[in-house]
């Protein structure tokens, strides 16, 4: 079984502040971790994924994720937030031979100016 | 340009009416889903396609139909037994065979009111 906690459904930060976003996963075998970013009334967009290789991962818009197994956490961070980084935000994981990704609630990031 | 097209972005439907959305790629995608979104619930399954011809309900399928006969079309019947239909939803695919750990590219999405 594979299951995706994020925590906080808003998250509020200054536009040049410091972007975290925390994502916990259960799963009984490695998974593999994705955090999507949705626009107002868009589709999602990937962002990033993690599939057992560096477990520090890069991904657009200067946004980047690590995977800490112990901790079981694949937090998203970007060191200064843009106005234009405001939109909500998914975090979903894939393990167990699934093809069909469970995804957190998600997280709504708000920038002020 | 490869991607997922729905339509319409709006749309309007009646009470007792059904109601078709439309679901195309061009990614040569094998799986293909429907997702519904509500505000603060995140995405929630619908139905969810391997292969041509073949389907499965998701996690709230009561109310709701589809068909794949086509490798890249996966049309969502949003039928009249669906009491709630009031939603933004999503069309996505993936590579889908188990193994892959294939990201979801998504479509723009569908806007339905129930007037």
């Known amino acids: 079984a594979q299951s995706v906690t994020q925590l906080g459904s ?35 967009q990937l962002l990033l994924k993690y599939t057992s290789a560096a477990t520090l991962v890069k991904g657009i818009n200067g ?49 002020h100016p | ?32 889903y429907w997702y519904r979104q509500d505000p603060g619930q995140g995405l929630r399954l619908i139905y969810y396609s391997q292969i041509v011809n073949d389907f499965q309900k998701g996690d709230i399928a009561e109310g709701y139909s589809v068909s794949r006969e086509k490798k890249e079309s996966f049309p969502l019947t949003v039928t009249s037994a669906q009491k709630n239909p009031t939603a933004f939803y999503l069309c996505a695919s993936s590579g889908g065979l188990a193994g892959d750990y294939n990201e979801q590219f998504f479509g723009p999405g569908t806007r339905l009111t129930v007037l």
């Not at chain 1, 980047?64 to 909500?88: G, I, R, V, W």
Request: proline share 5%.
């Open chain 1, 63 to 111: 946004f980047e994720a690590e995977f800490k197994k112990s901790e079981t956490s694949f937090h998203l961070t970007k060191p200064s937030a843009h106005m234009s980084d405001a939109a909500e935000y998914f975090c979903a994981v894939l393990s167990g031979g699934s093809y069909i990704p469970t995804f957190g609630r998600g997280t709504s990031l708000i920038v």
């Open chain 1, 10 to 44: 808003h998250v509020s930060v200054s536009e040049g502040a410091l972007v975290l976003l925390r994502c916990n996963y259960s799963s009984s075998v490695p998974p593999y971790l994705f955090w999507y970013v949705q626009y107002p009334n868009q589709g999602l």
């Open chain 2, 1 to 32: 340009d490869g991607g997922i097209t729905q339509s319409p972005k709006y749309l309007f439907r009646k009470e007792g009416q059904n109601v078709t959305l439309s679901c195309e790629q061009n990614l040569n995608h094998d799986a293909m």
